[in-house]
């Protein structure tokens, strides 16, 4: 089951420190993002990376940070100031936009527990 | 900015009824629209796209730009496509916005 990994699957942080959540593809894909799920609220979405050293803030950005030194690598660090961090979190990828219709796969998600 | 609407949170329906998993969209530009399936314990991936006009496991969606609509069709519901269905836009700068997903419980 290859693809897109995400790690750990829990993780468990007290409140104030920050935390970075692993998202590495080995599908050669161009573009990767992060999304936050919340029940009821579907898929939001954080960042996204359309290219290597590039990223775009997505909806809800504030309180998180990423970076994009290397294609297969998309960590996002959830830091102090997210009011609201507990979540469960999906990384994706996809291929370079406007190519067969760049469908996203996703990882199996990390959640994220702030105490 | 784009926004995407799905009405029902929750749709039951017994095994071999019709089902619709209703989808709207506010976008000015051309969209690209998807499905996506999330079935218990696996993974969220994609369902179809509208631009291949394909059925998947009998699943089929018509993008009717004068409804700004992209509604998901089965005419014959089976157990297991009870998941969460999650309609989804891409616009021209790639970036993909996800509806609130609408849970779908197919009851023997």
């Known amino acids: 089951d290859g693809g897109i990994t995400q790690s750990p699957k829990y993780l468990f942080r007290k409140e104030g420190q920050n935390v970075t959540l692993s998202c590495e593809q080995n599908?050669?894909?161009?573009?990767m993002y992060w999304y936050r799920q919340d029940p009821g609220q579907g898929l939001r979405l954080i960042y996204y990376s359309q290219i290597v050293n590039d990223f775009q803030k997505g909806d809800i950005a504030e309180g998180y940070s990423v970076s994009r030194e290397k294609k297969e690598s998309f960590p996002l660090t959830v830091t102090s100031a997210q009011k609201n961090p507990t979540a469960f979190y999906l990384c994706a990828s996809s291929k370079t936009p406007g190519t067969d219709n760049s469908p996203l796969h996703f990882g199996n998600g990390t959640r994220l527990t702030v105490t | 900015a784009q926004r995407v609407t799905q009405p029902e949170k929750l749709l039951s329906v017994f095994k071999g009824a019709p089902v619709e998993l209703k989808c709207n969209y506010s976008?000015?530009?051309?969209?690209?629209l998807f499905w996506y399936v999330q079935y218990s314990r696996q993974r969220l991936q994609l369902l179809l796209r509208h631009i291949s006009r394909e059925s998947i496991k009998g699943f089929t969606a018509d993008l009717n730009k004068g409804e700004t609509s992209f509604h998901l069709k089965k005419p014959f519901a089976q157990e297991e496509d009870s998941a969460m269905y999650y309609c989804?836009?891409?616009?021209?700068?790639?970036?993909?916005?996800f509806g609130g997903g609408t849970r779908l419980m197919v009851k023997p």
């Open positions: 976008y000015s530009g051309s969209p690209e």
């Open positions: 599908l050669n894909h161009d573009a």
């Open positions: 989804a836009l891409r616009d021209a700068g790639n970036m993909l916005t």
